[in-house]
């Protein structure tokens, strides 16, 4: 097995990592969801759990490395397994995958409930982690396809 994929895998996690902390700057210089802020509730929950205040750069950081090393090397092992005859086809379904695991099991764990339908701003907060996923997903997954220009985009 070639290791090719590999720096495939993490340059796409990259380019969706960029795009996914694109849209997160744009959500806090324009005040959108000002009330929903997953990564200082991410800084809370961390503190939680060691008992001392955490860096606020330690849940970007986080973020930054499950996005553009886990989830993108996750994203790489698993393309010619996902539905889809493309790039952002396959993007979109691991994006889904992921929203949907996020609102089950990562926002309630951080004190939001179910979906953030905990955060007091109605169905907003789950749209919001929807286009936050999907963006990173269906630019990971065009930057993937576009590193593999023949198709040979499995390990």
Known sequence: ???????????????GSAAHSGLMFLKSQTGLLASFQ???????TLSQ?????VHPLIPWALSFLNGSVLLGFLFG???????????A??????????????G???????????????????????????LMI??????????YAALNPRGAAEP
């Open 77 to 87: 092992r698993t393309y010619r397994l996902l539905p889809g005859r493309s790039g």
């Open 89 to 102: 086809a396959k993007g979109f379904v691991f994006g889904m995958l992921g929203w949907i695991l996020m």
């Open 134 to 143: 999907l963006t990173y997903s269906v630019i990971m997954g065009v930057a």
């Open 49 to 53: 759990l060691v008992g001392s205040s």
């Open 38 to 44: 997953p990564y200082e509730d991410l800084q809370r």
């Open 1 to 15: 097995m070639s290791a090719n994929w590999t720096w495939k895998a993490l340059v796409a996690g990259l380019c």
């Open 104 to 130: 089950v099991l990562v926002f309630p764990m951080l004190g939001v409930g179910f979906f953030a339908n905990q955060a007091g701003l109605g169905v907003q907060p789950a749209l919001f982690s929807l």
